[in-house]
């Protein structure tokens, strides 16, 4: 019997998708092993994400608010946590890779002396085992790593997993903690929050991506780009070659070590098909590349691949696409 504990983040009052994402893999985690569906809700005042975490899985969703906890201060958050997963007792504890799990995750892994696995891009129970996957030198394999110690703490990578499926009207028990935070152990402060300028829909929640890469051979063609991207209702993402030479912002690169993106259509444009690239795209469902090489590593992973010019080639694309559309 496997618990799983995960941390759960909002967005607009309801569970963020990569809470969705947890809750998915944590049911499913829980159900091939008869376990529960823990979630944890943290935060400086109430929030209303106890009915969207019981419809998406969550057996018993653990709250508490404290004033330290304001801005997903870390310090805090790993006092915090530490003190429900003595309570709560998983098997498992699930959070986001996201900048608040990258640091909290290894900090409370330590604190519980638990297991510990990062950019986790499955996990599942196979017999008595827990094995997580991730990529391992650069995206050139997977590894499948068997936890020896419980609990174990992972963070998921997002996109990676599918979301929870909501069930209205599902219900569960929630737990109001009283937690002890001292407001000493909070030895760092939150200065800026700085959002990240989003144009359309949100890459990393795209259904359609289109990306460019060096081959575009500077920032003017990413005009193109967005076009045809705002023709297909999607957002534009970029190789980290363009993003390192400036001519796109760095939130838009793909890859290893940015965003990993599964739209139902990725469009690369001039990208070679690095494999740090790959890691960031190859769950995309369908996969269109142009690119004027006819050995470049893209066609390998690519659907429908397209040797040529795209300078030749996407202003019809473009054209025919607002026809169509
Ligand atoms: C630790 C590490 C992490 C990294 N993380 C990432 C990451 O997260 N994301 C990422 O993308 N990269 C990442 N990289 C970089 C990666 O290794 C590649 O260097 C990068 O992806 C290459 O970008 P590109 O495909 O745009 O450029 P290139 O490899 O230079 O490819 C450009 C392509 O454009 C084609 N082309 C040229 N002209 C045209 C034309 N007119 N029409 C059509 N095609 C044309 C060429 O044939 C070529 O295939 C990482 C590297 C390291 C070492």
Redesign the pocket.
């Known amino acids: 019997m496997t618990d799983v504990l995960i941390v759960a983040s909002e967005q607009g009052n309801l569970p963020s998708q990569n809470t969705l994402e947890l809750l998915g893999a944590a049911r499913r985690l829980a159900d091939a092993t008869q376990g529960r569906v823990k979630a944890v809700v943290l935060g400086a005042a109430p929030t209303p994400l106890t009915a969207g975490l019981f419809a998406c899985g969550a057996d018993q969703v653990f709250r508490a608010e404290h004033p330290l906890l304001a801005g997903r201060q870390g310090d805090a958050y790993v006092a915090a946590l530490a003190q429900i997963a003595a309570q709560a007792a998983p098997q498992v504890i699930l959070l986001a890779d996201d900048s608040c799990g990258k640091e909290v995750a290894p900090r409370l892994a330590h604190r519980l002396n638990a297991g510990m696995v990062t950019e986790v891009l499955a996990v599942e129970a196979d017999g008595p085992a827990m094995l997580f996957r991730r990529q391992v030198y ?2 050139r394999a997977i590894a499948t790593l068997a936890a020896q110690r419980f609990p174990v703490v992972a963070t998921v990578k997002p996109r990676s997993m599918a979301p929870a499926a909501e069930q209205a009207g599902r219900r569960g028990e929630e737990i109001a903690v009283t937690l002890s935070l001292d407001p000493s152990l909070a030895r760092t402060r939150l200065v800026q929050k700085v959002a990240e300028e989003v144009r359309g829909v949100k890459l990393e929640n795209a259904r359609v991506v289109v990306s ?6 500077g920032p003017e063609p990413f005009k193109q780009l967005e076009e045809l991207a705002q023709l297909l209702k999607g957002a534009v993402g ?7 030479a400036g001519w796109v912002p760095a939130s838009w ?7 990993t993106v599964s739209p139902d259509l990725y469009i ?10 790959l ?2 795209m190859t769950g995309s469902k369908t996969i269109v590349a ?4 006819p050995d ?3 066609f390998k992973v690519a659907h429908l691949g397209i040797v ?4 030749a ?1 996407l202003p019809k694309f473009i054209e025919k696409c607002r026809e169509l559309t």
């Open positions: 650069g995206g460019g890469g060096r081959g575009l051979k970029a190789s980290r070659a363009a993003t390192d690169q793909v890859g290893q070590t940015r965003k690369a444009v001039g990208i070679s098909g690095a494999t740090q690239h890691a960031g142009i690119n004027t090489d470049a590593p893209i040529g010019d795209y300078k080639l």
